[in-house]
């Protein structure tokens, strides 16, 4: 036998003693009467801790998503309802009890007050339990996930996210700083299309963010769940790894550079040898050849040392080296070769430089700039002749010996180029198509470097041509005297 809450017969609550489920009495604004002890065995909650409070405060769940007023708090909304109505309850102890509920007005009692009858749902709690499951995989994931509505805004995140937010901080829009710029549009796009997103890539300071999106449906409506994972460290290996390699890359091609140049310089130096002192004894065919030998080890060593700048700029490590010089004395230092190259072609090989003015630049540079143009205009002309023009561009003759800006100019009257692919001209690895260079072999790398170069020393490069007719490359340097200061 149960015992009555309240055990004076005048109790107008007295049938609680022998309701066989749940009941608990509250008045019009939904405040607790009385409770049976049926209702306090499910529940675990004692007549004192309830008696007095609002079922709204107390026993009723108001989560962000099916959050409500006091007012319109479902338990006692509705006085006399025949619908059973499913939800779940606050128990004594912070669980969620599932339960089945209606309620009836009460006709001895006083006005407005009514009883909300209740039993548990087996189920229900079943489903509840394995739900709980499912939410502490996501509460306990050490990768932070986080739920968005439609328009970007957060809905939920787990503790991961929470302290990945705190950490990283916001800006002055209160936006997560770990968080795309684009959320919105993000969110927008994934609930539009249902498809999940490729990851994006978020950067705060010195850490790295991969964020992965997907769509969710369910019964409350449709958002977006984003799973953050701090790839900082895979990152900073790989930055690491990565100048590993181009160290190990580098360290290899100055060895190998070094290996290739002895035996070239062994070429390139005997042979002058034998030309100084032979040449009276040489036939002309011999001597012929021997040039031949030495310019073609000349030129070996260009390229060698074009690939080792190529590998140089790419890593960012391209250094200058200002000193001041005559472009005449550059000129003379690759006549020899230059002229060879022109004259086995039988073109005309011309060179303008008033021998005197001096530059402020890097000698290596315009040397190999010099080289690289000229070396083209020979390839890629097959009669007429190669002018190389090298002179100070300033308006006024400079009162220093330095000129301010100079200008190098190589002309040919090869086959030109066709006007729809001079815009890649300078990109690496591009050549003009096959069928326009007429089967003259290369790697497509030389203007590339000649462009890279010139931006480093603070240049411009240009080019006219005309397909069939010649072509002049163009390039204007300043001279860097205040570096010398
Ligand atoms: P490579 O000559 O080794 O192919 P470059 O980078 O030096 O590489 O030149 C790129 C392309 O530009 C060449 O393949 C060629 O088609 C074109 N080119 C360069 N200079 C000339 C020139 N003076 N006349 C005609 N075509 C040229």
Redesign the pocket.
């Given at each position: 036998m149960v015992k009555p809450v309240t055990n004076t017969p005048s109790d107008p609550n007295a049938w609680l003693t022998y309701w066989p489920d749940g009941a608990i009495v509250l008045d019009e604004n939904g405040r607790i009467l009385a409770i049976c002890e049926h209702a306090q065995a499910i529940l675990g909650w004692r007549p004192e801790q309830l008696i007095g409070q609002m079922a709204h405060d107390r026993i009723c769940i108001s989560t962000r998503r099916l959050h409500h007023a006091p007012e319109d708090c479902p338990i006692c909304r509705d006085a006399d309802s025949t619908t059973v109505k499913s939800s779940f309850w606050l128990s004594a102890e912070g669980d969620y009890v599932s339960v089945d509920y209606r309620t009836a007005r009460l006709p001895l009692a006083a006005d407005g007050h009514f009883v909300v009858r209740f039993h548990r749902n087996e189920q229900q709690d079943y489903s509840f339990a394995e739900l709980q499951k499912f939410a502490d995989f996501v509460d306990k994931n050490p990768a932070a996930i986080v739920e968005f509505d439609e328009f970007g805004q957060m809905l939920f995140c787990n503790p991961a996210m929470q302290h990945l937010m705190m950490t990283h901080g916001f800006d002055d829009q209160g936006h997560a700083r770990i968080m795309p710029r684009d959320i919105n549009e993000i969110c927008a796009q994934i609930v539009a299309s249902q498809n999940l997103r490729a990851p994006v890539e978020v950067a705060v300071d010195d850490f790295w963010f991969n964020w992965h999106f997907s769509p969710l449906v369910s019964p409350v409506g449709q958002s977006v769940i984003g799973y953050v994972f701090d790839v900082s460290d895979v990152k900073r290996a790989q930055a690491q790894a990565s100048v590993a390699r181009a160290q190990a890359r580098r360290d290899f091609y100055a060895k190998m550079i070094h290996e290739l140049r002895t035996p070239l310089n062994a070429i390139v130096g005997y042979s002058d040898l034998l030309l100084c002192r032979n040449a009276e004894n040489l036939k002309d065919r011999d001597l012929k050849a021997l040039r031949g030998i030495k310019v073609g080890g000349m030129q070996l060593n260009e390229l060698i040392s074009d690939t080792l700048d190529i590998s140089k700029i790419e890593a960012g490590k391209m250094t200058t080296e200002i000193t001041l010089f005559r472009p005449q004395d550059v000129l003379d230092e690759i006549h020899e070769q230059m002229h060879y190259l022109a004259e086995m072609k039988k073109l005309r090989y011309e060179v303008h430089c008033p021998p005197e003015f001096t530059v402020a630049s890097d000698v290596h540079k315009v040397r190999q700039i010099l080289i690289?143009l000229i070396s083209?205009?020979v390839?890629?002309t097959r009669k007429g002749q190669v002018s190389v023009v090298v002179q100070p561009l300033d308006v006024e003759p400079p009162m220093e010996d330095c000129a301010e800006e100079f200008l190098i100019e190589v002309a040919?009257t090869?086959?030109?180029?066709p006007a729809d692919q001079l815009d890649t001209?300078f990109d690496s690895y591009?050549?003009?198509k096959e069928s326009?260079?007429q089967g003259i072999q290369?790697?497509?790398?030389?203007?590339?470097l000649v462009n890279d170069v010139v931006e480093i020393l603070g240049g411009e490069i240009s080019v006219a041509?005309e397909y069939g007719a010649g072509?002049r490359?163009s390039v204007r340097l300043p001279t860097q005297s205040s570096v010398l200061d």
């Open positions: 690289n083209n205009a390839k890629y040919d090869g086959m030109g180029i001209l591009q050549r003009v326009n260079t290369g790697t497509g790398l030389g203007l590339a041509s072509s490359f």
